[in-house]
């Protein structure tokens, strides 16, 4: 099974707003990566995190790299309607001595409120 | 830069029946990725390649799947017999080097297996 939990599943937002989510493990991971899926696409790398407590932008994304290396958090400020999609957190596989195979989350389905 | 590119985008197949998936990565990226997303859920590696030999081809099905990629540079994927449950988007991702965790993916090819 998934190693990565994400939290909201889904979520709702209001153009605006403020959105965060966040990926859990129950394994520590030295490497943090989010990525947005648009319908139709595959995911786009949107911030890396290489340590611990690191704290990272990208425009209007912000995302941090928890100090017990077992969680990571992404928030989204002032949302717009392209922000709708799937956020992904993948990591390198804890499990494995070398390489770099990542596994995914489930993902969290941001939608548009109607 | 042109991005990872494969064909085809949508394919529709009858169980038993064999389909091949084709991918085109980053100019000048040695590391080639296979991942297989069902409906809902984040990617899962299939099979991994640096240049010419495979990495990691641990979650590889390899009763019915297969891949390859000759020169190091184009890959394809094949299914041969397909399954009901093999129905999912195939998406190729590609790296600069095996030690990079950065991957970038192509828009994946959607099958439908009926």
């Known amino acids: 099974g998934q190693q990565l939990n994400q939290s909201p599943q889904s979520m709702f937002i209001q153009e605006g707003e403020d959105v965060s989510m966040n990926c859990t493990s129950s394994s520590i991971f030295n490497t943090w990566l989010w990525y947005k899926q648009d319908p139709g696409e595959g995911p786009v790398l949107l911030i890396a995190?290489?340590?611990?407590?690191e704290l990272t932008s990208n425009g209007r994304l912000t995302a941090q790299f928890g100090i017990t290396r077992k969680d990571s958090f992404l928030n989204i400020s002032a949302s717009i309607p392209s922000d709708v999609g799937i956020y992904f957190c993948?990591?390198?596989?804890?499990?494995?001595?070398?390489?770099?195979?990542?596994?995914f989350g489930g993902g969290t389905r941001v939608l548009v409120k109607p | 830069e042109a991005g990872v590119a494969q064909s085809p985008r949508y394919k529709i197949i009858e169980k038993r029946q064999s389909v091949a998936f084709w991918c085109n990565p980053i100019s000048g990226h040695a590391t080639l990725y296979w991942y297989q997303q069902i409906l809902g859920q984040g990617p899962k590696l299939l099979i991994q390649f640096q240049n010419n030999g495979v990495v990691d081809d641990s979650q590889l099905p390899k009763d019915r799947f297969s891949a390859e990629r000759l020169k190091g540079v184009d890959s394809t994927l094949k299914i041969q017999p397909a399954k009901l449950e093999d129905s999912a988007v195939y998406l190729c991702a590609s790296s600069f080097k095996e030690s990079s965790y950065e991957q970038y993916f192509g828009p994946g090819t959607r099958l439908t297996v009926t």
């Open positions: 995190l290489y340590k611990a407590g």
């Open positions: 993948a990591g390198p596989n804890p499990f494995k001595a070398a390489g770099n195979k990542l596994t």
